[in-house]
């Protein structure tokens, strides 16, 4: 009996991890190393406080260059169409945020060709426009990106150490639920076949009875 409880808990985590992974939403911070001569990921993600409301966002960044005070807008992205806005990002920024809807949760952009004068600040704003029953809320969230350009990647140890221990995490979870299923498992197994036994020596003993009764009846 525990063992099938155990069985439909690890079922229930599976469904409910693999529907969080398809559909869920998590604000993760963007990379700010970038390789010189390389393609390089902006991340920008927000995410709606209720995934049941209704809303739709557009999406511009900007770039401050390092040493300078002020943002010019490089990029502008509303469903279904992004906008370069600035000449020398020309065929060098790509979308790759949220696909076919205009309920935009991830904000980022694919930048071609990395080069030192694309260090310094980037600002990733969303205006999202959320639909109430009653009325409509605009909501504007600023996310910065501070990138440092190099010529060679540079790992630091700590990124290292902590993605090593998430596969290692991953890994000894994994081996735990199969070692659960497989137990469990075979001990359901050893339980039928003792049920099984068991109706099979009881029908054996009805059949002995029933023909020790025929033996003893007597006929005049």
């Known amino acids: 009996m525990v063992c099938r409880k155990i069985l439909l808990v690890c079922s229930l985590l599976i469904i409910f991890y693999a529907s969080h992974c398809q559909g869920g939403c998590a604000e993760v911070d963007s990379m700010t190393e970038a390789v010189a001569g390389e393609s390089f990921m902006l991340g920008c993600i927000s995410c709606k406080r209720r995934e049941e409301v209704s809303a739709s966002a557009t999406v511009d960044w900007y770039f401050r260059p390092l040493g300078e005070q002020d943002f010019y807008q490089l990029f502008h992205y509303e469903f279904p169409t992004s906008t370069i806005l600035h000449k020398d990002y020309q065929d060098r920024l790509e ?7 205009s309920d935009v949760q991830v904000g980022a952009i694919f930048m071609h060709n990395v080069t030192f004068n694309d260090t310094g600040t980037y600002r990733c704003t969303f205006v999202r426009t959320i639909y109430l029953s009653l009325h409509e809320e605009v909501v504007t ?6 990138l440092t350009v190099v010529a060679k990647a540079n790992r630091e140890l700590a990124a290292v150490i902590s993605e090593i221990m998430m596969y290692v995490l991953i890994a000894v979870l994994q081996l735990w639920m199969i070692g659960i299923l497989v137990f469990c498992y075979r001990k359901i197994s050893a339980e039928t076949e003792a049920r099984e036994a068991r ?3 009881q ?3 009805l059949h002995v009875d029933s023909k020790d009764n025929c033996d003893g009846v007597h006929l005049d």
Request: proline share 0%; no cysteine; glycine share 10%.
């Open 199 to 201: 109706q099979a020596l």
């Open 203 to 205: 029908t054996q003993d």
């Open 141 to 146: 969230i600023n996310k910065n990106v501070e």
């Open 95 to 101: 979308w790759h945020g949220t696909e076919g809807t």
